[in-house]
């Protein structure tokens, strides 16, 4: 045990934030390094000899940040890194913890209970998986519970993308559909009837009539068909047209699917700025809240606030803030854009369904086209046989009245049921363009279910782990704290437990409950030195402890309390204590002593 002793301002916090900052790169107090040089002098350097089982190593470091680390070899000392990274491996190595894990764990700093419970339960929460080593553990759970939620969020924009596209199928048009068919045929046969009846009448007349009236009906038809061909194919020239401007189409529906991701991706990301922006200007006005009201010290130790630091995290917070609102005007400006994109891509998309349609029509009317051409064509070389030419066609024909209007009449409803059984083949098509993306839907629904239980099952893996490590480490602190408390006789009849993530040690007793905010200075001193004893031994356990006026609010009886603890320390780690405390400095006696 080493005991540092010497009145205020003798410099004992200056070598107490020396060692720390050899060793971690930070001091114990919110100084500044080059602060720690000499009066005087520009730079400073401070240097520490370890001793780790059969290793000795000399570190230096300056408070301008350069380090260096040296190994003995025998006599020699050998420069094993001269660079900070490499460094402050060496460093960790040694010491068998990292810089965060020293600074919580080894060392005890002036004010440092005040800072502690001052601190967010997020911050504590990172200090101690820092400690446990399981904070990678936890980057990779919130990994696992952002795509969790991403393929939970895919997964039901699929299934509405399923339930939305079976909602829009038409109406089984089957049955109507085969009653349509078979009235147009019993109509066309009595059409053809009534052109049979003409031509057998006519046929004194004119030995080629039969002839002449089916040309007349197939010339007719073909009329008829060009027309709703012409009339499908709307403004564009032909089939291949039509079959370019379909291939131009076709990307549309995957397209419009990554501009939904992508909104989506922006969206959230918006959401996470504004979270960001809304903690920056939290922070900004208590701590402004803190100025405006003159603060001056801490209420619970006394401490001196710094205004420039107030001002400096002010200013922090308000870069913070404007960063993260211009990054949210950028990402909103894109979200525009993308949105535009995606109203263009819809309309592509359906523009590409109805295309489709008429491309099924097109061909089903070409069909019909070169089947009535044909029929033409094979009348025309009869006719022809027989001495008809085209101009020798009557331009007019006799009819009784009533028979021309009843043929009008069946021909209108020839065509009504024609327009009918069109637009059963256009649903016809639309149906099976639905199916095909209703079974892509499906697919992708049954995809992001899989994705989804994978990252359920990983990060309830992950989670677990960390919850084991968690309670073993806070079982094993807390039963050291307690039976630390029970030695110096502080809240009998309390039972300790530690919450978690937070690093708070509680004392309940039935419905009352004391937490290290509540106690007493004192109190606070020593369950606080009891936690950091308990959790350096239960983690990792540099082997050394460097304590800061470690008796300060303390009266004589736990000063004695503390005297003992710190020589039970002492018979399993090296102790360095600094202090001004005369009744500490008695009861140290046999420590080894560096007066100041």
């Known amino acids: 045990m080493d005991l540092v002793f010497g009145p205020n301002f003798s410099g004992k916090t200056t070598l107490a934030n020396a060692t720390a900052l050899t060793l971690t790169g930070h001091a114990l107090t919110q100084v500044k390094p080059p602060d720690l040089a000499r009066a005087g002098e520009q730079s400073g350097t401070a240097g520490l000899r370890i001793k780790v089982a059969e290793r000795e190593l000399e570190v230096f470091r300056s408070t301008r940040g350069q380090l260096q680390v040296r190994e003995r070899a025998g006599e020699k000392w050998e420069i094993i890194a001269s660079s900070n990274l490499e460094g402050q491996e060496r460093i960790e190595e040694a010491a068998g913890g ?31 998986f820092r400690l446990l080593g399981i904070d990678k553990l936890n980057d990779a759970l919130d990994v696992f519970v952002q795509a969790r939620r991403a393929a939970k969020r895919e997964e039901k924009r699929s299934a509405d993308r399923v339930k939305a596209l079976s909602s829009g199928r038409s109406k089984n048009g089957r049955p109507e559909m085969r009653g349509t068919m078979q009235e147009l045929k019993t109509l066309e046969a009595r059409l053809v009837e009534f052109a049979a009846a003409r031509a057998r009448a006519e046929h004194a007349a ?35 047209e039509l079959s370019a401007e379909l291939a131009r189409l076709s990307p549309s529906a995957e397209l419009h699917d990554r501009l939904v991701r992508q909104r989506d991706q922006y969206v959230q990301e918006i959401a996470v700025l504004r979270a960001g922006f809304e903690e920056s200007e939290a922070d900004r006005r208590q701590l402004s809240k803190m100025l405006d009201q003159e603060v001056r010290a801490c209420p619970t130790c006394f401490q001196p606030i710094d205004r420039a630091l107030i001002e400096r995290l002010i200013a922090e917070r308000q870069a913070k803030a404007a960063d993260a609102a211009a990054r949210g005007r950028e990402i909103r400006a894109v979200l525009a854009t993308c949105e535009t994109e995606l109203k263009s891509a819809e309309a592509d998309r359906e523009r590409s369904r109805e295309i489709a349609a008429v491309e099924v029509l097109v061909r089903s009317l070409d069909e019909h086209i070169g ?14 046989s027989a001495g008809w030419k085209p101009e020798a066609l009557p331009s007019t024909i006799d009819q009784n009245k009533d028979e021309a209007a009843l043929r009008a009449r069946t021909e209108a409803r020839i065509d009504a049921l024609r327009t009918r059984l069109r637009n059963y083949a256009i649903e016809d098509a639309l149906d099976k363009q639905n199916e095909a993306e209703i079974a892509r839907a499906a697919e992708a629904a049954e995809h992001a279910t899989h994705a989804r239980l994978c990252t359920e099952i990983a990060a309830a893996a992950v989670e677990n782990t960390i919850q084991a490590t968690i309670e073993q480490t806070l079982k094993l602190t807390g039963a050291q704290i307690q039976k630390l408390l029970t030695g110096w006789n502080l809240f009998r009849g309390f039972k300790l437990e530690m919450l978690g993530e937070r690093l708070l040690p509680v004392l309940s ?9 509540q106690m007493s200075a004192s109190e606070k001193m020593l369950t606080y030195l009891a936690m950091k004893v308990a959790l350096a031994r239960a983690t990792h356990n540099a082997g050394f402890f460097v304590l800061d006026d470690p008796s300060l609010h303390l009266d004589e009886e736990r000063t004695a309390l503390l005297a003992e603890f710190l020589k039970e320390i002492a018979t399993q780690d090296q102790v360095v204590i600094f202090s001004n405390d005369v009744r500490l400095r008695e009861l140290l006696k046999g420590a080894n002593e560096i007066n100041l």
Request: aromatic share 4%; no cysteine.
């Open 98 to 128: 990292d810089a965060s894990s020293l600074i919580l764990t080894s060392f005890l700093a002036e004010g440092e209970i005040s800072a502690f419970l001052t601190s967010s339960p997020t911050e504590r929460k990172h200090i101690f």
């Open 206 to 240: 004119s030995a080629n009539a039969e002839l002449l009236s089916e040309r007349s009906r197939l010339a007719g038809m073909l009329d008829r068909f060009k027309g709703d061909r012409r009339q499908a194919l709307g403004g564009l020239a032909g089939s291949q």
């Open 371 to 384: 089947v009535a051409g044909a029929q033409l064509a094979e009348i025309d070389v009869k006719l022809a």
């Open 509 to 517: 007793r039935g419905r009352a409950r004391l937490d290290l905010r």
